[in-house]
């Protein structure tokens, strides 16, 4: 289906959704001064409530891997056609719900409005079931744009831009939420459109409205820890807070997805797993999901009020959202669980701003923000010929042979420059002569050296870079026993071992060009 009639079909479709739940405040209405303009919803707030709803039909999802068209111009009329409005009242959808909505319209050849309508209701309905799910990280971030990272990571959504970016999740939350905010302000409301996702939708605005309530008299209150997991009684935490207050924002947005969560609960610099449930470093064939657990469990174990070290807990492994979408469905939905390398730069530009009490109460700046890089440099033609050629399913090839190639990154503040933050880059990338194992083949050298340029440059586009150093040790290395595996350690376990290192001790941080040199780092 082209993207002219993909857009046609939308429009057909918006009016039959917004007759279904709104009567007519989804749409833009006619004659408004504003009916051009992309508002994309009224309110900055987002919305969501209870998990017993069902769809209109039981139409499927669309699982086409195509990406939105970016050839729908501004320009083009949006009004919708003229045999399928609900109401008089209706006009066009916005552009900003036109582009947020039509991934979710299915590709198939012959999909009727109503067919349309109907995926588009049960695949918003589900990411309001997810949003709601975590309203206690809502409160405890008090509406945190950080938020939305843990909805991108937790909706295992299957429309044609999946997944979406946080900022897109935000803003499809947004639109619904505006929209039912301006039917229930109609005098003509009769409140009878209160099916499954409208209670969602109520919920999830009360939540908003509760937060921003209460957000005027948060200075002197207690910060709500996150739920417990299923079968861990809350009076486990005593008089704690968890996870503890001097994490980010984007860390508990991490630490509270329910699949980490159960891993972690509880754990802090004081209450630490017994050693005999301490995980083992994730491999280069790791899930994503086990390699966030890891990072988790060492930032909860070894992060202290005043540490200067900040790790970000989520595994790198895309330049861009585009490439993290492209990967979607071959990695079997887990590229969302993967972060981008801006995603990475956003949380060391906010950590670098963030202040740390140090013993004495006196606040110092976080010095140091520590990355896992996991990329794999291996072609999609290639992951499926050889699905095709062991008759297996892409992702599960995809996790088995796609090995990842573990990195660490490590960005050092140092004095700001001409109104640019100043830093230290210095890339753990495991080879000879310290390691042989871990280092890439041959085949795949060159295009890691390209990764890695392009990130030199991404970081340069955002920090004053002073000096790169690149290759580098751990202080002590320990490969994996061999009853855990009978193999020396890969790239992922020895950038996870160095992440734990520095961790563990701030010292071992190199900070100096002496201790660059000693620990086998070359600056280039």
């Known amino acids: ?65 195509v990406g939105p ?21 209706s006009g066009g959808p916005s552009n900003d719900l036109r582009d947020v909505l039509l991934p979710f319209v299915p590709s198939r050849k012959k999909t009727t409005p109503e067919e349309a309508r ?15 799910k975590y309203e206690d990280v809502y409160r405890r971030l008090s509406g945190n744009k950080a938020f939305w990272y843990l909805i991108l990571a937790d909706w295992n959504s299957a429309h044609e ?38 209670m969602f939708i109520d919920r999830w605005i009360h939540i908003i409205d509760d937060v921003n309530v209460a957000k005027a008299a948060r200075a002197s209150r207690k910060l709500p820890s996150l739920k417990p997991p299923k079968d861990v009684e809350p009076e486990t935490l005593g008089s704690r807070t968890w996870p503890p207050a001097h994490f980010s924002a984007f860390d508990i947005a991490i630490m509270g997805q329910a699949a980490i969560r159960e891993k972690v609960f509880g754990v802090d610099h004081l209450h630490k797993v017994d050693e005999e449930a301490m995980p083992t470093y994730p491999t280069d064939q790791s899930p994503p999901l086990d390699v966030r657990r890891f990072l988790c469990g060492v930032s909860l174990e070894e992060t202290k009020p005043r540490s200067p070290v900040s790790l970000f807990l989520a595994p790198v492994a895309f330049m861009s959202d585009e490439i993290r979408r492209e990967w979607y469905l071959p990695t079997g939905h887990k590229s969302r669980l993967y972060a981008t390398v801006d995603e990475f730069i956003n949380y060391a530009h906010e950590e670098f701003k963030t202040t740390a009490a140090n013993a004495t109460g006196v606040v110092g700046v976080k010095q140091h923000v520590i990355g896992l890089l996991t990329p794999w440099f291996f072609e999609k033609e290639w992951l499926i010929s050889t699905a095709q050629e062991r008759d297996q399913p892409i992702p599960i090839v995809w996790q088995g042979a796609c090995f990842r190639a573990g990195m660490m990154v490590c960005l050092t503040r140092l004095k700001r420059v001409d109104d640019h933050q100043a830093c230290r880059l210095v890339l753990f990338k495991p080879g000879p002569p310290y390691y042989w194992r871990p280092a890439q083949p041959s085949d795949r050298r060159e295009k890691q050296e390209s990764w890695i340029r392009e990130l030199r440059q991404k970081l340069k586009h955002h920090f004053r870079i002073a000096e790169t150093w690149i290759g580098g040790r751990a202080e002590r290395h320990h490969g994996p026993s061999l009853e855990q595996r009978p193999v020396t350690a890969d790239s992922v376990e020895t950038s996870c071992e160095i992440i734990e290192e520095m961790k563990i001790s701030n010292g071992t941080v190199p900070n100096t060009k002496e201790n660059l040199l000693e620990r086998g780092f070359e600056l280039i």
């Open 118 to 132: 109907d995926v588009i209701f049960e695949t918003v309905r589900q990411a309001f079931l997810v949003t709601v």
């Open 1 to 65: 289906m082209s993207p002219k009639t993909k857009t046609k079909l939308l429009r057909r479709a918006l009016p039959l959704l917004d007759g279904l739940i709104f009567e007519s405040a989804l749409l833009e209405p006619k004659n408004s001064d504003d009916a051009s303009k992309d508002e994309g919803g009224s309110s900055q707030d987002p919305g969501g409530p209870s998990n017993n709803s069902a769809s209109p039909s039981n139409a499927p999802v669309s699982n086409d891997p």
């Open 69 to 89: 068209s970016n050839d729908l111009g501004a320009n083009e009329s949006a009004g919708p056609s003229s045999d399928s409005g609900p109401s008089n009242n």
């Open 161 to 198: 831009a999946s997944p979406f970016p946080a900022a897109s999740v935000e803003k499809l939350i947004a639109l619904f939420v505006a929209a039912r905010r301006r039917y229930e302000a109609e005098p003509s409301s009769s409140g009878a459109a209160n099916i499954g996702l409208t």
